[in-house]
């Protein structure tokens, strides 16, 4: 091997920075060479900064700062990524790029190695890609994750998928068996190692006069719902009959995205909706572990309420999660009040004894193992 494997994590939002963690943390441990690229496209302490400090995180090589735009402006967006990024890759020649999931950032870092790569033929540079959560598909060409999602498993030398299921989706799509690799969901590893820590340390139960099982945990943030004010008004109608008929508070920490949203909208949240900032890694755990239930647009939140076993209602047509579907987790409402509200009812009365999908916490060990081989 002519030269040291060096990795490059590149990442941007919270879910990005929280499934990576377990990675880094083992190249920490292990002396392995790396580095990470923040792309900025999450930038608010909260969304952001606060993870670093909890999930006991080295603060980024390289901070760019690159915000969006405007939801229109993908292009823009992911543009002025690929020319930073590719900045970085030219100066440090990392043998590989890790990237996660399906945002702007993971489809950004996954090209801008690939480009270079092309160029072996005459530069001797050649940046490997590994694409962690592989194989995840909505069908819903509508959602920009899944354009980024498809396009980074295609662009992927290493592709980590979650399940058997995932795997099989990337088989038929063409990919050769030999770069598929199913390790688990690294989200696994963030519940197992700070799941004590939220439950001893953290006191935001107290602070909102909540108890166990006495309150449904609402986040809701993807731009297919929210920007929509038809969807938007539709869902909140639901969330309020929902409130009505449980006669148990709702905590909504409302994504900036979705602050905006409800007043450009002149939307009201119904009364019993408790709206707090958005939280910490922590404080976020611990309200899913003690929730009734969970309401969410989330891909990851799902994943996190199936692993916590908490009963978990989709606002969405949708989801590239159906193994949380199938084991009884969580049941995919739509955004009519009629079909949230009848999720609800029976994701209240669901036992909680599913057996979690996403693997057993060392997800992280065999990742790092496919990577230095």
Known sequence: MPKKRKLAFIFGTRPEIIKLSPIIK?????NIPFFCIHTGQHYSYTMDEIFFKELDLCSPRYKLHIRSKAPYMQGDHTGRMLIEIEKILLKEEPYCVVV??????AFAGALTAEKISTTESYTGRYIKVAHVEAGLRSYDRLMPEETNRFIADHLADFLFAPTAKEKNILLREGIPKSWIHVTGNTIVDVVKQHSLAARQKMTILN???LQKDSYLLLTLHRQENVDSKKIFANIIRSIEKIRKKTNLPIIFPVHKRTTKMLDKFSLKIPDGVIAIEPVGLLDFLRLEMDAKLILTDSGGVQ????TLKVPCVTLRN???RPETVEVGANIVAGTTPQGILKAAKKM???KRNW???FGDGKTAE???KVLMQ
Do not use: F, M, V, Y
């Open 26 to 30: 083992l190249c920490q441990k292990k």
């Open 100 to 105: 996660q999931g399906d945002t702007n950032t």
């Open 207 to 209: 602070k909102l006069s």
């Open 303 to 306: 994943e996190e309420a199936c």
């Open 318 to 320: 949708n989801t590239e």
């Open 348 to 350: 209240l009365k669901a």
């Open 355 to 357: 057996k979690n999908p």
């Open 366 to 368: 065999r990742i790092i």
